[in-house]
Nanobody, 126 residues
């Protein structure tokens, strides 16, 4: 299984970015997915997560109302639309996945995930 993130970059505060996660070797319909981030000197934290069926989602309080997670089964992709970016959103962002037995399961802990991408850097200048 391979997860590859893309879409990171350097933007100004208030801008928008969309991160993409391409999944190969596994069908995303069998996967609970999540986005995590890690800033220098800080622990990896969950940003958002989505269930296999896409019905249930989770957002960290710090990104609620600004970020949107979605998935495209046909393209085997997961996305994180980020708007009104703040300097505190600066971090390396990671896509993660794990097989899920239940359609409606949302996983929010890094230890719940088995497969990880290499990360994409998001830098927000203030």
């Amino acid at each position: 299984v391979q997860l590859v993130e893309s879409g990171g970059g350097l933007v100004e505060a208030g801008a928008s970015l969309e991160l993409s996660c391409s999944v190969s070797g596994r069908t995303v319909s069998n996967y609970a997915m999540g986005w995590f981030r890690q800033a220098p000197g800080k622990e990896r934290e969950v940003v958002s997560a989505i269930s296999r069926n896409g019905v249930r989602t989770y957002y960290a309080d710090s990104v609620k109302g600004r970020f949107t997670i979605s998935r495209d089964y046909a393209k085997n992709m997961v996305y994180l639309q980020m708007s009104r970016l703040k300097s505190e959103d600066t971090a390396a962002y990671y896509c993660a996945g794990r097989g899920a037995s239940f359609w409606n399961t949302v996983k929010t802990s890094a230890t719940d995930y088995v497969d990880w991408g290499q990360g994409t850097q998001v830098t927000v200048s203030s």
